[in-house]
Protein backbone atom coordinates (compact mmCIF):
# COMPACT_ATOMS: atom_id res chain seq x y z
CA UNK A 1 0.00 0.00 0.00
CA UNK A 2 1.52 3.98 -0.78
CA UNK A 3 -0.10 7.12 0.57
CA UNK A 4 -0.64 9.64 -2.03
CA UNK A 5 -0.83 13.17 -1.49
CA UNK A 6 -1.66 15.61 -4.21
CA UNK A 7 -0.65 19.49 -4.31
CA UNK A 8 -0.24 22.33 -6.78
CA UNK A 9 -4.28 23.02 -7.46
CA UNK A 10 -5.57 26.57 -7.65
CA UNK A 11 -8.00 28.59 -9.61
CA UNK A 12 -6.62 30.05 -12.69
CA UNK A 13 -7.44 32.00 -15.66
CA UNK A 14 -8.26 30.12 -19.18
CA UNK A 15 -4.79 29.79 -21.19
CA UNK A 16 -2.88 29.56 -17.92
CA UNK A 17 -0.82 26.47 -16.38
CA UNK A 18 -0.27 24.64 -13.43
CA UNK A 19 2.18 21.54 -12.56
CA UNK A 20 0.49 19.20 -10.24
CA UNK A 21 2.24 16.51 -7.45
CA UNK A 22 1.65 13.48 -6.14
CA UNK A 23 4.06 12.80 -3.29
CA UNK A 24 4.17 8.88 -2.73
CA UNK A 25 4.96 7.60 1.15
CA UNK A 26 7.11 5.01 -0.70
CA UNK A 27 9.22 4.06 -3.47
CA UNK A 28 7.28 4.25 -6.34
CA UNK A 29 9.35 2.52 -9.09
CA UNK A 30 7.89 -0.95 -8.53
CA UNK A 31 4.25 -0.01 -9.07
CA UNK A 32 2.96 -1.06 -12.18
CA UNK A 33 1.32 2.44 -13.16
CA UNK A 34 0.79 6.00 -11.71
CA UNK A 35 -2.02 8.16 -13.16
CA UNK A 36 -3.98 11.46 -12.79
CA UNK A 37 -7.60 11.02 -12.91
CA UNK A 38 -10.33 13.48 -12.58
CA UNK A 39 -13.85 13.86 -11.61
CA UNK A 40 -15.71 17.09 -12.43
CA UNK A 41 -19.32 17.32 -10.75
CA UNK A 42 -22.32 15.55 -12.04
CA UNK A 43 -19.75 13.09 -13.79
CA UNK A 44 -17.90 10.04 -13.32
CA UNK A 45 -14.10 9.76 -12.75
CA UNK A 46 -11.92 9.46 -16.10
CA UNK A 47 -8.38 9.07 -16.59
CA UNK A 48 -6.36 12.16 -17.62
CA UNK A 49 -2.40 10.92 -18.47
CA UNK A 50 -0.75 7.66 -17.02
CA UNK A 51 2.97 6.09 -17.20
CA UNK A 52 3.97 3.07 -16.73
CA UNK A 53 7.17 1.52 -14.97
CA UNK A 54 9.14 2.13 -17.54
CA UNK A 55 7.96 5.37 -19.04
CA UNK A 56 5.32 4.80 -20.93
CA UNK A 57 2.96 7.55 -21.12
CA UNK A 58 -0.88 7.46 -22.04
CA UNK A 59 -2.72 10.63 -22.56
CA UNK A 60 -6.67 11.19 -22.88
CA UNK A 61 -7.83 12.85 -26.12
CA UNK A 62 -8.88 15.68 -24.84
CA UNK A 63 -5.71 17.12 -23.19
CA UNK A 64 -3.51 15.37 -25.46
CA UNK A 65 -0.26 18.01 -26.58
CA UNK A 66 -1.76 20.20 -23.40
CA UNK A 67 -1.16 18.11 -19.89
CA UNK A 68 2.63 16.09 -19.79
CA UNK A 69 2.43 13.28 -16.97
CA UNK A 70 6.21 12.84 -15.51
CA UNK A 71 7.61 10.79 -13.03
CA UNK A 72 10.66 11.58 -10.35
CA UNK A 73 11.49 7.60 -8.77
CA UNK A 74 14.57 8.96 -6.83
CA UNK A 75 12.38 11.30 -4.63
CA UNK A 76 9.05 9.25 -5.30
CA UNK A 77 6.89 11.86 -6.37
CA UNK A 78 4.43 11.88 -10.13
CA UNK A 79 3.66 15.02 -11.58
CA UNK A 80 1.09 16.41 -13.95
CA UNK A 81 1.89 19.55 -16.13
CA UNK A 82 -1.04 21.26 -17.59
CA UNK A 83 -0.79 24.20 -20.07
CA UNK A 84 -3.32 25.81 -21.95
CA UNK A 85 -5.88 25.02 -18.96
CA UNK A 86 -9.71 25.51 -20.32
CA UNK A 87 -12.93 25.71 -18.06
CA UNK A 88 -13.97 22.30 -19.25
CA UNK A 89 -10.31 20.77 -17.26
CA UNK A 90 -12.11 22.19 -13.95
CA UNK A 91 -12.19 19.18 -11.56
CA UNK A 92 -10.93 16.99 -8.73
CA UNK A 93 -7.71 15.61 -9.79
CA UNK A 94 -6.91 12.65 -7.71
CA UNK A 95 -3.30 10.74 -7.99
CA UNK A 96 -3.72 6.92 -8.53
CA UNK A 97 -0.94 3.95 -8.28
CA UNK A 98 -2.38 0.98 -10.25
CA UNK A 99 -0.51 -2.21 -8.84
CA UNK A 100 -2.19 -4.85 -11.31
CA UNK A 101 -3.84 -6.26 -8.41
CA UNK A 102 -4.80 -2.97 -6.29
CA UNK A 103 -5.13 0.72 -6.56
CA UNK A 104 -4.57 3.14 -4.26
CA UNK A 105 -5.92 6.65 -4.74
CA UNK A 106 -4.88 9.60 -3.06
CA UNK A 107 -7.45 12.76 -1.73
CA UNK A 108 -7.70 14.87 -4.66
CA UNK A 109 -7.01 18.27 -5.31
CA UNK A 110 -8.98 21.04 -6.52
CA UNK A 111 -8.27 22.51 -10.04
CA UNK A 112 -10.93 25.52 -11.80
CA UNK A 113 -10.32 27.25 -14.76
CA UNK A 114 -12.21 30.30 -14.79
CA UNK A 115 -11.93 33.77 -15.26
Known amino acids: QVQLVESGGGLVQPGGSLRLSCAAS????????MGWYRQAPRKQRELVAS???????NYADSVKGRFTISRDDANNVVYLQMNSLKPEDTAVYYC?????????WGQGTQVTVSS
Open 96 to 104: NANWGFRSD
Open 26 to 33: RRIDGIYQ
Open 51 to 57: ISAIGTT
